[in-house]
């Protein structure tokens, strides 16, 4: 992204009160072990995708967080 991460621009979502209801699932190329997707769930993402994965794993992915 040009102007911000991912990261930042999940943290601004949850700082602002109109939108910070959505719920929010980020996917990135880093490995599931960074600490970029520990910030990230402390930051307010329901999960966490490592690219590549497949249709059916993005669709289980956004059903379950729908649900929760």
């Given at each position: ?34 600490p ?33």
């Amino acid at each position: 992204m040009p102007r911000m991460d991912g990261l930042i621009a999940l943290q601004c979502l949850k700082k602002d009160p109109v939108i910070s209801y959505l719920k929010v699932v980020m996917y990135s190329a880093v490995s599931n072990d960074s600490p970029f997707w520990a910030a990230a769930m402390e930051a307010g993402a329901l999960c966490c995708l490592q690219t590549p994965f497949d249709m059916k794993t993005l669709l289980t992915t956004v059903e379950r967080c729908l649900r929760s």
